[in-house]
């Protein structure tokens, strides 16, 4: 039954995100009111209608529902709860649901909460992403329906791929989703400002707050992803440059670009149609990242079920959005508006810069994914692009956008001189010296980069926090009240900037300085690894709820005293395959990390690692994403869209950040 | 010409869009290789296991159709594949290996890891051997007649599906060919 409702909820919200389109962009034409609000009215319902549809697709998982084509693909009765209602997204079908989820809920929330919006712009926002709705709704029903049943229904399911079945997987597809439908926000903002013909100070203090609540999600789910893959496909990796951790890099970067010259936008009117241009370019970009692995242009090792018919469709998509988007903004934009001007040293020409950084950075990135798909079709050549490409483009890109970073915050508005910007970071720069001097002193002149990736690092760190610093001690005479009165937005740049630095010590510190021993290990036996001592107390076969288990107990004794873990090889029968659990001792200064593999007479080979600082790199991601959110909850982007407000925020008391 | 610069992205983006089209033709997955219907080039791998023979052509025209795997300890969908091998191996499937692009070493340390399902297994550290088979990236799988001539390459990892669906079925077509 749930499947029939769920199909009748899609058709509706299909029908709706049609009157969604058509009723607004005409009323705001003919500036109708009534029809601008049957469009608010049909977002809000289509949200609603949504939402049913996905309850009925994880009411069909949690019941096993094996009459439904999609559950007894994905689903079995020993699988637990949890991982039956992450199953839900965890196929094409069930994850272009969820992605129609989030893009109907956004345009609720945009109907719903954008009452301060000007009339005819929140009508044009809402009737963009109608047409968002109604590509990817028909996109659903027409090619993917997720509501199919089976006749007659098998007793049993197949089980959702084993690797999958992961906490960090739960929340992996949410959370870049997220990310990725977050940015379709700013990308209607951005059509709608083309189709207004004008770009104002209302629109831009409402397209940052969006960003960031896309930017904050989408940064949190590539961390995650990143940490699965360390932890469960059991060598220790931890980015691979496969095309779709790129599919959702290049989003990450381009949105990070436009998250700053968002902020240009808002505070100085500058910038204005290269924010538009970013904020298309970011969600076409999602668009690739979501949907071109699905078409069976690339192979990745997640690449979902592969149709030509859906290749063809999302192309059709990927037309109809962002090739009329930019021809609109090639006809429009020049006639918008330029901004205020400023001078090459200020904080609009550091943003800038920042941008050219990340744009580049961005087409190393699309370059190295799609050069294998336009080699191919200029010489017919299969080449595959792997790590040393990346190593030797992105990081000669990365390292001097990262040394720029902390000149960003430290530069005033309009104008400022170079000596005086030197002078405001010394301090930091001194730090990073005593970085780079204790690093070569304990790592040897052999880590000669090594030590420089970890100066970068405390430059980062430091940096930042100077950031903060220099705010209070310039209210020093005031402490209590300039330290609580210090913007949150000022406090999420802290943590977000901290929080590169973090990833960048991370990186460095398992780059430079990992070790590895393989050896072969009977119960009782002792070992001393990277300073450690491991010893294997027993090998035994144990049972899961889905799964049988190889176990090895170890008990290890380290440098902070003893501790056990365990390593696990787990069988999954009725997916016939396997995956392994490795032993991880977390760690600040350095993760401890055992992986057992095949038996022999001789005992069980036993592989383990050290990596040291390697957990820095997910607390820097999740700094992040943390910072991005702190942002977020800052009064000034909170209330900031009241335009009724008859000046901007008035200027700060304090030389600003 | 400012106009121009407005223009370009659009412009990009139709090039991309047709490069696109003109892409979702070919299957990244099932590649034609060169040497279907033929015996592969002279080659000759050595060892991979401290004090084994390694591998060349002469290795596969033993009379028994033989899978030929290519494969790399650093390549993810490897390890997808690698219990797949474990039970053909098991199961008698004569199966052998190409470690590509990578030291001995490493790919000793890997098989002895996760269990070592070839036959005989080769390296080619430089990925010398790799173009004369025209490899273009890890994991790949020939399929080898009794003959000794190349019948299917799947590019990719072999899942439990592709061998239930595609490749069981042609080894066992091969294995009663004359």
């Not at chain 1, 409402?206 to 789910?221: H, Q, S």
């Not at chain 1, 991370?506 to 450690?532: H, Y």
């Not at chain 1, 080979?605 to 050290?610: A, G, L």
């Not at chain 2, 296991?49 to 290795?59: E, I, K, T």
Request: with cysteine.
């Amino acid at each position: 039954m749930s499947a029939e409702v769920g199909q009748f909820a899609l058709i509706l919200a299909l029908l709706l995100s049609a009157v969604q389109t058509v009723a607004p962009l005409y009323g705001a034409h003919r500036g109708d009111g009534v029809l601008m609000a049957v469009g608010r009215q049909a977002a809000i319902l289509q949200g609603v209608f949504v939402s049913v549809a996905f309850a009925c697709l994880i009411h069909g998982y949690v019941t096993c529902d094996f009459s439904m084509a999609l559950v007894a693909q994905h689903s079995h009765t020993t699988q637990p709860l949890a991982y039956r209602i992450a199953a839900s997204w965890g196929s094409h079908e069930g994850s272009m649901l969820l992605w129609v989820l989030i893009l109907a809920i956004y345009g609720a929330g945009v109907a719903g909460f954008g009452g301060t919006l000007r009339e005819t712009l929140q009508a044009r926002v809402l009737g963009v992403q109608g047409v968002l709705g109604l590509a990817f709704l028909s996109f659903l029903i027409f090619t993917s329906n997720p509501f199919l049943r089976l006749s007659p229904a098998p007793v049993e399911g197949t089980e959702l791929n084993p690797l999958l079945q992961d906490p960090g997987l739960v929340l992996h597809p949410p959370l870049l989703y997220l990310g990725y439908v977050g940015f379709s926000v700013a990308f209607c903002f951005a059509v709608a400002a083309l189709l207004e013909g004008r770009v104002d100070a209302a629109w831009a203090r409402w397209i940052r707050p969006w960003v960031l609540a896309a930017w904050a999600p989408l940064t949190a789910g590539i961390t995650l992803g990143s940490g699965w893959a360390y932890y469960e496909l059991g060598w220790g990796g931890w980015w691979f440059w496969d095309p779709v951790e790129n599919a959702s890099l290049m989003p990450w970067l381009l949105g990070t670009a436009l998250l700053h010259s968002a902020l240009v936008l808002e505070r100085r009117g500058a910038l204005a149609s290269w924010t538009i241009l970013l904020a298309i370019l970011t969600f076409s970009l999602s668009l690739v990242g979501t949907f071109l692995v699905r078409s069976g242009i690339l192979t990745s090792v997640h690449a979902f079920a592969v149709d030509p018919q859906r290749g063809v469709y999302i192309l059709g998509i990927l037309a109809a959005t962002t090739g009329v988007s930019l021809a609109l903004y090639a006809w429009r934009a020049p006639a918008l508006r330029a901004g205020a001007l400023f001078q090459p040293v200020s904080r609009e020409g550091g943003v800038t810069l920042n941008n050219l950084f990340l744009t580049a950075l961005t087409a190393t990135v699309f370059l190295g994914t799609f050069s294998p798909v336009f080699i191919e079709m200029l010489n017919g050549d299969k080449i595959s692009v792997g790590p040393p490409y990346y190593n030797r483009t992105f990081a000669p890109l990365a390292v001097p956008l990262m040394m720029l970073v902390v000149f960003g915050p430290m530069l005033n508005w309009k104008r400022d001189e170079a000596k005086r910007v030197l002078q405001r970071v010394r301090i930091p720069a001194i730090l990073a010296g005593v970085a780079l001097i204790l690093a070569v002193a304990l790592g040897g002149l052999d880590h000669l980069l090594a030590a420089g990736g970890i100066a970068l690092g405390a430059w980062l760190l430091f940096g930042s926090l100077a950031v903060l610093v220099r705010r209070w001690w310039a209210g020093r005479a005031y402490l209590v009240r300039s330290i609580l009165t210090t913007p949150r937005a000022v406090v999420g740049l802290v943590i977000a900037h901290a929080g590169l630095g973090m990833l960048v010590i991370g990186v460095t510190g398992t780059t430079a300085w990992d070790s590895e021993k393989v050896l072969n290990m009977r119960p009782g036996q002792t070992i001393e690894f990277a300073g450690r001592s491991l010893t294997m107390i027993a090998l035994e076969t144990v049972r899961g709820p889905n799964y049988e288990a190889r176990q090895a107990r170890f008990s290890v004794e380290d440098r902070f005293g003893p501790y056990r873990f365990r390593s696990e090889r787990r069988f999954y029968p009725s997916a016939q395959s396997q995956t392994t659990e490795a032993a991880i001792r977390v760690g600040f200064t350095g993760n401890f990390y055992v992986s057992i593999g095949e038996e022999s007479p001789g005992g069980i080979v036993v592989r383990m690692w050290s990596h040291p600082l390697i957990v820095w790199i997910w607390i820097g991601g999740f700094a992040m994403s943390i910072g991005g959110l702190v942002s977020l909850s800052d009064r000034r982007l909170r209330v900031g869209a009241a335009v009724r407000a008859p000046l901007p925020a008035a200027p700060q008391p304090l030389p600003a950040e | 010409m400012k106009r121009l610069l407005f223009l370009a992205p659009v412009a990009v983006f139709g090039v991309l869009l047709v490069v696109f089209f003109l892409g979702l033709g070919r299957d990244p997955r099932s590649l034609p290789s060169v040497f279907i219907g033929k015996t592969l080039p002279e080659f000759a791998a050595p060892a991979v296991r401290p004090g084994d023979v390694g591998l060349s052509r002469a290795d596969l025209n033993g009379g028994d159709p033989v899978l030929l795997n290519v494969f790399a300890s650093w390549c993810g969908p490897c390890r997808v594949e690698h219990p797949v091998f474990m039970r053909l191996r098991a199961e008698g499937v004569p199966i052998h290996g190409l470690d590509w692009k990578e030291d001995a070493e490493a790919g000793y340390r890997w098989l002895q890891e996760n269990g070592d399902p070839y036959i005989r297994v080769g390296s080619d550290p430089a990925g010398r051997v790799g173009i004369e088979l025209g490899v273009a990236g890890v994991p790949e799988t020939f399929v080898i007649d009794k003959q000794g001539r190349v019948r299917y390459r799947h590019v990719g990892a072999v899942t439990p599906d592709v061998w239930e669906r595609k490749l069981r079925p042609m080894m066992e077509d091969l294995r009663r060919e004359p």
